[in-house]
């Protein structure tokens, strides 16, 4: 495991070239399995504790895409700074650099690829879903673009905290390497490792012993995604009518302060009630936005089911290619015994054969035998090799699930009780502008 001093920055090289980060071995490590080993340093040891991270902000920009065309584009500027210069109390200029949406989705499509047994954190929404009307669904809307600036920072402070993708060599090159990180993120060969969905679908239907926990957390999934997106979709039908109560206040104001205008007795009263109306007509903008936050909380978990659903496509593929596997060897060693026996079991072309045509040559006979050994035994190493494909995945993926599933319960359960506290917070300020409404009219 290649150990480095994640505050070491690069320098440049005499001849002009920039020179790699400085380890202990430059070569690519290689772990048990053969795969290259991208981790950076020690496990347990996260990136969250050794860097600063943050999106800053974002800005618009125009140019010129693949194809030559105009177009228009959101960049987001990530800002890091060591922690333990900020520990001694050092405030050094943050190093920063600035990545487009796409390029968070290259990242994360690497971490699921790389890491198939881990729950990886979901970006934002790349449009607006379940919004309440006064809000715009257009993705370059500057309010959902800080919202989603607001969401790819914790996409970013999630992977930095995690125990296994904070430790990832890609990561520490997307948060410090202005150029260069997408060719070597595409240097890793993770492409060419992405299983195919037509696989995928196939291993669903047709594995025939999967891991109960694992099919109970994949419908598990299926349902927090259900439920998720109906509240959410209630919750935005509620926001739409909060609105127009609120605003309906408006009008008290509007007439409680032209009624005024013709009181002599009752003028002052009234138009101190139509001033906390509209004041109240007022404050749902504020309030609405402070909601969407909570929305974005629970938009999360809509898009980590989807994330749950990937890891147990990779088991479902894993448990498939071991069966497919096991039923290949088992008909090999079938192959073979009638082979030795001359005794066919089963119907097959070369055992119709053999009867209307005669037994091979002895030599042919060999030839085939030791074909069919060669064949079982490279049978056998493949599924010794799924079988412990098989065995890792579910260990590792159990592991990261128990703790996504105390992350989950954390997360919702302080962003429900905040939504709460909210709502009665907003209930006692309607009551209290009519309580000002009535001390207006007892003065009248």
């Known amino acids: 495991m290649i150990n480095i001093n994640i505050t070491e920055r690069k320098v440049m090289a005499d001849d002009g070239r920039e020179e790699s980060l400085g380890t202990d071995d430059d070569s690519d490590q290689t772990g048990a399995d053969g795969s290259l080993n991208n981790t950076m340093v020690e496990e347990g040891s996260t990136l969250m504790r050794r860097m600063e991270i943050c999106v800053a902000e974002a800005e618009k920009r125009s140019g010129k895409n693949a194809v030559s065309m105009q177009e228009t584009y959101t960049v987001y500027l990530i800002e890091t700074r060591p922690m333990d210069a900020v520990a001694e109390g050092r405030n050094p200029a943050p190093d920063c650099l600035w990545r487009r949406y796409s390029e968070f989705e290259l990242l994360r499509n690497y971490l699921i690829v790389t890491y198939p047994y881990i729950v990886v954190p979901p970006l ?18 500057p309010d959902f673009v800080e919202r989603r600036r607001v969401g790819l920072e914790n996409f970013l402070l999630r992977v930095a905290s995690h125990p296994v993708l904070s430790n990832d060599k890609i ?10 990180w997408k060719e070597a993120v595409y240097e890793t060969g993770f492409q060419a490792k992405a299983d195919s969905r037509l696989r995928a679908l196939s291993a669903t239907f047709r594995v025939r012993n999967p891991d109960k926990c694992f099919m109970e957390m994949k419908h598990y999934s299926d349902e927090l995604q259900s439920h998720t997106s109906q509240l959410l979709r209630a919750r935005a039908r509620v926001a739409d009518r909060l609105y127009g109560v609120y605003k309906v206040h408006g009008n008290y104001g509007r007439v409680f302060s032209e009624w005024s205008a013709i009181e002599k007795e009752m003028g002052d009263g009234l138009q101190s009630a139509g001033h906390h109306m509209d004041a109240y007509a007022a404050s749902i903008d504020d309030i609405l936005e402070e909601e969407e936050h909570y929305a974005d909380q629970l938009k999360e978990y809509l898009f980590y089911a989807e994330a749950l659903r990937a890891v147990c ?32 079991r089963t119907f097959s072309l070369k055992g119709m054969t053999n009867k209307l ?24 190493e493949t599924v010794k090799e799924k079988t412990i494909e098989r065995a890792e995945h579910v260990e590792k993926a159990w592991v990261d699930m128990q703790r996504f599933k105390e992350q989950k319960d954390k997360d ?14 907003m209930c006692k300020k309607g009551i209290q502008v009519w309580s000002n409404a009535k001390e207006c009219f007892l003065k009248m």
């Open 124 to 141: 934002p929404e790349k449009r607006a879903e379940f919004v309440w009307h006064k809000l715009s669904a257009d993705n370059m809307d």
């Open 171 to 180: 990561l520490y090159y997307f948060l410090t390497e202005e150029h260069g």
């Open 313 to 344: 496509r990779k088991h479902e593929l894993t448990q498939f290619e071991l069966e497919m596997a096991s039923q290949d060897l088992i008909s090999k060693k079938q192959q073979r015994e009638e082979l030795a026996t001359g005794i066919v």
């Open 357 to 380: 045509f005669g037994q091979e040559a002895p030599e042919q006979r060999e030839a085939r035998l030791k074909l069919l050994e060669d064949l079982i035994a490279e049978g056998e």
């Open 412 to 425: 919702l359960r302080e962003a429900l009780i905040n939504y709460a506290v909210m709502q009665i917070s």
